[in-house]
């Protein structure tokens, strides 16, 4: 058993990591004892021995964790990667960004970037995986990549086996139903997004579940748009069109949100008194316009800091780990009367 094997041949042998792979060679970091014994034993059987340059490179880019976001200007995904980077440099991280623009040949060129850099982690965001009929060969190429450099997938997709971080959606549309309830909004139409983006959906449905409990009517046609100011701004005009008014609108993000407080000022309608407008993420940009918009916000730190441990202690995270992060409900003007 003398042929030569690299160190990703042994680490797809062992069911690991190159990184854990390289723990045990330099006897750095904690490791699994039966993932330790399995390395150990292929080592031995194969009488690995490391190549320094690659065991200097390799020693060099441990430290460097690649982020994919589909696109760097949406305000949501650059809070999460600001929050993340502060996390990262506090333990000795460097974030190598990349904006793949939703595209899918671009998003497999980044990851194969990043599996030749030897990455320590790669944090992806959104892009195909918010596909709401997500592709098996997707799957099937990031489940690849992730036996050699741990993916951390920031969307809940039940089919998908490796590392998975997202905002929590029940509990918070039940919180943000409630409240709409006690205020005396009975009925509801649902604002932008798109019928097939994965977190849309997930939102919308939470939504329309909590509303059945609170005895509020939710429109069956929901209006959609872009994910913009300006895509918030057309739907609204939409919404104007369709003749008699809701009682509130539930946007499925802040900027949609605040597109749509816009255009009630064009239109002489009053925000709350005549319609009620309510948002998600928490940007911080819905606290400055009046009269401020009521958001479910995501808890970008907590977001961040969870990404990072994982990170940390990527070789003894569970691949089919999965963390929900809490959100909070924030109630301002636009949606409170009493």
Do not use: W
């Amino acid at each position: 058993m003398n042929k030569k094997i690299t160190i990703v041949e042994l680490a797809e042998m062992a069911g690991v990591s190159t990184a854990t792979v390289s723990r045990v060679i330099n006897n750095t970091g904690k490791v699994d004892k039966e993932k330790k014994e399995k390395i150990l034993e292929l080592i031995d059987r194969y009488d690995y021995r490391p190549n320094q340059i690659a065991k200097a490179l390799q020693a060099s880019k441990s430290n460097t964790v690649g982020f994919v976001v589909p696109h760097i200007n949406s305000p949501y995904y650059a809070r999460i990667f600001y929050e993340t980077e502060i996390a990262a440099k506090k333990k000795g991280y460097t974030i190598l960004l990349c904006n793949s623009e939703s595209d899918r040949h671009l998003e497999s060129n980044i990851l194969n970037t990043f599996m030749s850099a030897n990455v320590r982690a790669i944090v992806f965001m959104g892009g195909r995986l918010d596909d709401i009929n997500i592709d098996k060969k997707y799957l099937e190429e990031l489940e690849k990549i992730n036996k050699k450099i741990p993916i951390i997938a920031c969307v809940d997709v039940a089919e998908l086996n490796c590392v998975q971080v997202y905002q929590e959606q029940k509990l918070s549309s039940k919180k943000l139903l409630e409240h709409l309830s006690k205020e005396g909004y009975n009925d509801i139409a649902l604002l932008g997004g798109f019928g097939n983006i994965r977190t849309t959906v997930d939102r919308r449905n939470e939504i329309i579940e909590s509303a059945e409990k609170y005895g509020i009517k939710v429109r069956k046609k929901i209006i959609e748009s872009d994910y913009s100011v300006e895509g918030g701004n057309i739907a609204m005009q939409q919404l104007l069109k369709c003749g008699e008014m809701p009682e509130a609108i539930i946007c499925i993000n802040d900027l949609v949100a605040i597109g749509a407080l816009s255009e009630t000022y064009k239109n002489n309608i009053k925000v709350p008194e005549d319609i009620a407008i309510s948002g998600y993420d928490g940007l911080d940009i819905s606290s400055f316009v009046y009269p401020g918009i009521t958001t479910v916000a995501c808890n970008y730190k907590e977001y961040a800091e969870t990404i990072v441990n994982i990170i940390n202690n990527i070789e003894s995270v569970a691949k089919n780990t999965r963390k929900s992060i809490s959100t909070e409900l924030i109630i301002r003007g636009s949606t409170k009367i009493s």
